[in-house]
C-alpha cells in the first residue's frame, strides 16, 4: 500500500538556522502531497500543498517541490524562528477516502 | 468558510466510565469525517472514518465507536473507558472529491484515570 516515510527526529535548531525535513512517499499513479504542523497543544494545520509534480508549495518562508523523479516531497526554510517549533507531518492522497500520514518530526528552536 | 469544533477541549474520566467526544462541521455539506488519535504528541492513528450519514468505516478494533447522526456531525463513544484510551483525539473533515486535504479541529485531550 501507499506509505510516507520521514524524518522522525527530535530536531533542535538555533534561531536563523536552515531546516531540511526530507520526505519520501511510495504511492501508485500520481498522488497529491501536503506538509502539515501542529503546535504544542492544537489541532494540526495544513502548511502547504503540491497536487503534481515539479509543482511547488509554499508558504510562511516554507518550501517544499513534489519530486515525481525521487519520490520525494522534502520540506525547507531558510531561517527558522521560536515560533517555527511544532511536529511537522509530510501526508499524501493518492484519491481514496484517507490521507497517508508519516510519523511526524518534532523541532525545536531555540533563541 | 468552514469551521470544524470539538468539545470538550479536555476531559478526564474515570476508568470504566463512558465517553463522548463530538465533532461538528459548519460551511460544508457532505463532508468526508475522522476521528484520529494521537499517543505521546506524535503520530496519528485513524480510528474511523464516514462518507455520509450513517456510514462508518472502522480502522482499528478497540472498545471504541462512532456515529454520525447528522450530515455535518460526527461522534466518538465509548461504553467503557481504559487507561490506553488516553490520549488527544482530533476531529478533521475534507470535502469529498479526489486529492483534497483535511482540515482538523483542534482536538480533544482526555486522559484516562
Known amino acids: 500500500g501507499d506509505s510516507v516515510t520521514q524524518m522522525e527526529g527530535p530536531v533542535t535548531l538555533s534561531e536563523e538556522a536552515f531546516l531540511t525535513i526530507n520526505c519520501t512517499y511510495t504511492?501508485?499513479?500520481?498522488?497529491?502531497l501536503f506538509w502539515y504542523v501542529q503546535y504544542p497543544g492544537e489541532g494540526l494545520q495544513l502548511l502547504l500543498k503540491?497536487?503534481?509534480?515539479?509543482d511547488k508549495g509554499s508558504n510562511k518562508g516554507f518550501e517544499a517541490t513534489y519530486r515525481k523523479e525521487t519520490t520525494s516531497f522534502h520540506l525547507e526554510k531558510g531561517s527558522v524562528q521560536v515560533s517555527d517549533s511544532a511536529v511537522y507531518f509530510c501526508?499524501?492522497?493518492?484519491?481514496?477516502?484517507?490521507?497517508?500520514f508519516g510519523k511526524g518530526m518534532k523541532l525545536t528552536v531555540n533563541p | 468558510s468552514q469551521t470544524i469544533h470539538q468539545w470538550p477541549a479536555t476531559l478526564v474520566q474515570p476508568v470504566g466510565s463512558p465517553l463522548s467526544l463530538e465533532c461538528t462541521v459548519e460551511?460544508?455539506?457532505?463532508?468526508?469525517l475522522y476521528w484520529y488519535r494521537q499517543a505521546a504528541g506524535r503520530g496519528l492513528q485513524l480510528l474511523f472514518y464516514?462518507?455520509?450519514?450513517?456510514?462508518i468505516s472502522s480502522e482499528v478494533p478497540q472498545n471504541l465507536s462512532a456515529s454520525r447522526p447528522q450530515d455535518r456531525q460526527f461522534i466518538l463513544s465509548s461504553k467503557k473507558l481504559l487507561l490506553s484510551d488516553s490520549g488527544f483525539y482530533l476531529c478533521?473533515?475534507?470535502?469529498?472529491?479526489?486529492?483534497?486535504?483535511?482540515?482538523f479541529g483542534p482536538g480533544t485531550r482526555l486522559t484516562v484515570l
Open positions: 501526508a499524501l492522497s493518492d484519491g481514496s477516502e484517507k490521507l497517508v
Open positions: 504511492a501508485t499513479g500520481y498522488p497529491s
Open positions: 478533521a473533515w475534507r470535502s469529498t472529491g479526489d486529492y483534497n486535504e483535511q482540515f
Open positions: 464516514s462518507v455520509g450519514i450513517g456510514q
Open positions: 460551511g460544508t455539506s457532505n463532508p468526508n
Open positions: 503540491a497536487t503534481k509534480a515539479d
